[in-house]
């Protein structure tokens, strides 16, 4: 990245608008979002306060404006769902296919370290070969397929999910237990 011109950060609430900006192109353009009808800045900035105080949730910028965002956020809600998340990540249309989706991914997973999570699952509605590449370069892979559980655009849509384990069950029992450790000792 060069600089001032270029950064990943954390996601502020007056993200919001350029999200929204964002989001809304997928919203009314094509079935990445299974939304149908636009996103209004108080809607995402409340997304984003909820998301981010649980789960990592960063922005590409450049030249002072947010590209690309990605974030996590909890798989399922039951309790044993808990070491798992969701992974979801949007580009601006002209900032696709430059290499800053894998960038931000990067950062997004190496985010996980101090987080207990052991695996990340993404869905990608398919046909889309731009995501399910990135995901695969990623170290993602796709474990399932599931047919025709989306409509949008007039036509049915499946959804592929890829998984990335992250760690092992040693890596993330230890990772609890030192967690732990710091709790009880203040």
Same mark, same amino acid.
Request: glycine residues 10%.
């Given at each position: 990245m060069d600089g001032q011109r270029e950064a990943i950060r954390a996601v502020r609430t007056e993200d919001s608008a350029a999200i929204c900006q964002i989001y809304n192109h997928y919203v009314l353009n094509s079935s990445a979002s299974f939304e149908e009808q636009p996103v209004s800045e108080d809607t995402m900035a409340q997304r984003i306060a909820e998301v981010s105080a649980r789960f990592p949730w960063l922005v590409y910028?450049?030249? @002072?404006?947010?590209?690309?965002?990605?974030? *996590? !956020?909890?798989? #399922? /809600?039951r &309790? !044993?769902? #808990?070491?798992?998340? $969701?992974? !979801?990540?949007? *580009?601006a /249309?002209?900032?696709? !296919?430059? @290499? *800053?989706g894998k960038q931000?991914?990067?950062?997004l997973l190496k985010q996980l370290d101090d987080y207990p999570i052991s695996t990340v699952l993404a869905g990608i509605s398919l046909p889309n070969q731009a995501?399910?590449?990135?995901?695969? &370069?990623? @170290? =993602? &892979?796709?474990?399932? $397929?599931? $047919?025709?559980? @989306?409509?949008? =655009?007039?036509r049915w849509i499946n959804v592929a999910y890829w998984q990335l384990q992250i760690k092992t069950e040693q890596q993330l029992n230890d990772l609890i237990s030192r967690q732990q450790k710091k709790l009880e000792n203040g």
């Open positions: 910028q450049q030249h @002072g404006q947010v590209v690309a965002y990605a974030y *996590l !956020s909890a798989w #399922r /809600p &309790r !044993s769902y #808990r070491f798992s998340a $969701e992974s !979801s990540i949007y *580009l /249309p002209h900032a696709q !296919s430059k @290499g *800053l931000l991914y990067q950062q995501s399910e590449g990135l995901h695969q &370069r990623l @170290g =993602f &892979r796709k474990v399932a $397929e599931l $047919e025709k559980v @989306g409509y949008k =655009f007039g």
